[in-house]
């Protein structure tokens, strides 16, 4: 095979935008993964506002003679009302407490990852009708060790109304699936409502998982769709993803039951947050809004103006100065700049269901009209013909097996290039057997097909694959990119190939003609980058062998010299493995990773082989 790039000035640029992460709350992707809460169900909401009511995964910390948990709706915050109350039996002289008292326990998500070294703050609101010392702790998976902890004395008379507080907790020694503890070993009642603990030591001090976010911050990003995917829509409506109730103080974020992909969500992560994400990680904001439909229901197009207000109001709450109603809210929260807001998209996932093209334009006209920067994204599909309606963008999604995918590289050769809404490939992946948890097999055709769009990026503006993350413990979604529990994570071949394509985004894409020897066809780009540290261009070339044999590749540059490029030091990242359903692992973690080698020094002309796979 023999690739001839001609290296010089011609060729497209690449948007900017093309290759972001899509973000949704799925797998416990955010509450027990990206957002670093150790507290699962941290305001005791998730049985619902009906008491009695189940405080999962709370447990009592002693037996039924000594102490009693009950949920009472008497929490100091109106939307989440629910508040536990600890009846301690024991503590009298004639029964006295276990040694090591009794209280309520959490587990966080399958457990607490509690390092010895590190400072956790711990913050809780607590009432009382009596004094007690209240012993706030780390406690080992079996719970036979205290991690770390602190002594709260806690006086009758100031408690008698709800008080914050917030400790900080050193941990004396470690245990990756810890609990935090309340205990006591005094008679009376406490009740506890709003329990948080987070590391010391998140992103950017901002309240994400360090290590999490730094896998995200290496793919570099383009841009962030978020919060979903079906998360956005609910199966009922009344379970959406609504933005108003996830911004402002946590405390009195009611939360929701997240009913697609079944499981209690607190909205510490929420739209504010996530306006924050993109920031840190240098990535511009897509957001999918709720546009009045669900899985199971649509809002008729005579009740839609509540919903358009609803957008329009969380448009100023991005975008706004500080001076208008939401744009202080944000500003009270932490941010007086606005977010640089300038992609959304009108659902998810709903072209065909009731009343989504109805609904549409009425969505389409005021944003535009509010603010004509923003581009929209529909989520009908333009492969094959005009919408009926106008967009910046549609939504396009594929999951699908490994040779179609590979196959799909071309999927947009065919597009027409003019009058349409410009592609977003919002979600693509290889699924099922082919894929298995993620496997290489899966990867290389991910590959393939993200050559495509770069190729096609004319067309194809923005693409990101799906699911982002996935918590080993909820696997509701296989395969995904970034596989974690509560104190290791490891990248899929899937992810690494994401990490591959990070210089595409505003790189020129160069031309190129190959000769290709009969039965091999592998799927290649090539693309010119300026780096501005090094203040020098550089290559990407890139090449996807989807095939069973080796082909060896011959790279001749036409130009090269003239534009001052060196390829001396070339250097390959090759992603293979011996079996195309390896897969990395916990204990494995990198067993399918670019593995980088410097290129033997050419003569005139670059020798490399690409291997099977
Ligand atoms: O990525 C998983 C799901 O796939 C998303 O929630 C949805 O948009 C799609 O069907």
């Known amino acids: 095979l023999t690739l001839e790039v001609q290296a010089n000035d011609s060729g497209r640029l690449i948007p900017e935008t093309l290759f972001g992460i899509f973000f949704e709350e799925i797998n416990h992707a955010g509450a027990g993964g990206l957002w670093a809460e150790l507290i699962s169900n941290r305001g005791f909401e998730a049985g619902g506002k009906n008491t009695p009511s189940d405080i999962d995964p709370w447990y009592a910390k002693g037996d039924e003679n000594d102490v009693i948990l009950s949920t009472e709706p008497t929490s100091l915050f109106k939307r ?111 009740w506890l409502d709003q329990v948080s603990a987070f590391p010391e030591e998140t992103y950017k001090g901002h309240g994400f998982r360090a290590e999490l976010a730094q896998m995200l911050e290496d793919l570099k990003p383009a841009f962030i769709r978020f919060p979903g995917g079906c998360y956005v829509e609910g199966v009922r409506l009344e379970n959406a993803w609504r933005w108003r109730d996830t911004v402002g103080p946590w405390e009195e974020r009611p939360g929701h039951l997240n009913d697609v992909w079944n499981y209690w969500s607190d909205d510490g992560l929420g739209y504010y947050e996530f306006l924050q994400l993109t920031e840190d990680l240098g990535a511009a904001p897509v957001w999918v809004f709720n546009n009045g439909i669900s899985h199971e229901y649509s809002v008729n197009p005579r009740l839609i103006q509540p919903w358009v207000k609803d957008v329009l109001d969380g448009i100023e709450f991005a975008r706004a100065p500080k001076s208008t109603q939401w744009g202080a809210l944000r500003a009270a929260m932490g941010h007086p700049d606005p977010f640089p807001l300038y992609h959304i998209a009108i659902g998810n996932e709903d072209c065909w269901k009731p009343w989504y093209q109805e609904n549409y334009m009425a969505f389409y006209s005021a944003i535009k009209a509010a603010y004509p920067d923003i ?239």
């Open 80 to 190: 989440n009302p629910i508040a536990l109350r600890i009846s301690t039996l024991c503590g009298s002289n004639s029964k006295p407490c276990p040694a090591d008292g009794v209280g309520v326990v959490n587990p966080g998500y399958w457990g607490i990852n509690v390092r010895v070294g590190k400072f956790y703050t711990v913050t809780f609101w607590l009432r009382s009708d009596t004094s007690v010392n209240l012993l706030v702790k780390f406690i080992s998976e079996d719970e036979t060790r205290t991690l770390g902890h602190q002594i709260l004395q806690v006086d009758k008379v100031n408690s008698s109304t709800w008080h914050k507080y917030t400790l900080r907790l050193e941990a004396k020694d470690t245990d990756h699936r810890g609990k935090l503890a309340f205990t006591t070993t005094n008679q009376g009642s406490i």
């Open 375 to 613: 581009k929209l994204i529909s989520n009908c599909d333009a492969t094959n013909g005009p919408l009926s309606h106008p967009a910046d963008f549609y939504d396009f999604h594929i999951y699908t097996n490994a040779y179609n995918l590979y196959s799909m590289a071309h999927q947009f050769d065919q597009k027409s290039r003019v009058d349409r809404p410009k592609v977003f490939v919002s979600e693509y992946a290889v699924t099922g057997g082919d894929a298995g948890t993620g496997s290489l097999l899966a990867a290389v055709a991910e590959a393939a097909f993200m050559i495509g769009l770069e190729i096609n990026s004319d067309v194809v503006e923005m693409a990101s694959y799906a699911p982002l993350f996935v918590h080993a413990n909820d696997r509701r979604w296989n395969p995904d990119a970034i596989v974690f529990n509560s104190w290791q994570q490891y990248g899929t071949p899937s992810y690494w190939v994401q990490q591959l394509f990070k210089h595409s985004s505003g790189a020129r894409l160069l031309p190129f003609s190959l000769v290709l020897p009969w039965g091999s066809n592998p799927v290649m780009s090539v693309l010119r980058r300026h780096d501005e540290h090094l203040n020098a261009d550089f290559l990407v070339i890139k090449a996807v062998n989807f095939g069973n044999d080796v082909v060896p590749m011959r790279i001749t540059f036409d130009g090269l010299a003239a534009e001052g490029i060196d390829y001396a030091n070339s250097t390959m990242a090759t992603l293979t493995s011996a079996w195309t359903m390896d897969e990395n692992s916990f204990a494995q973690p990198t067993k399918i990773t670019p593995q980088i080698s410097q290129m033997a020094k050419p003569t005139s002309d670059l020798q490399v082989v690409l291997p099977a796979h």
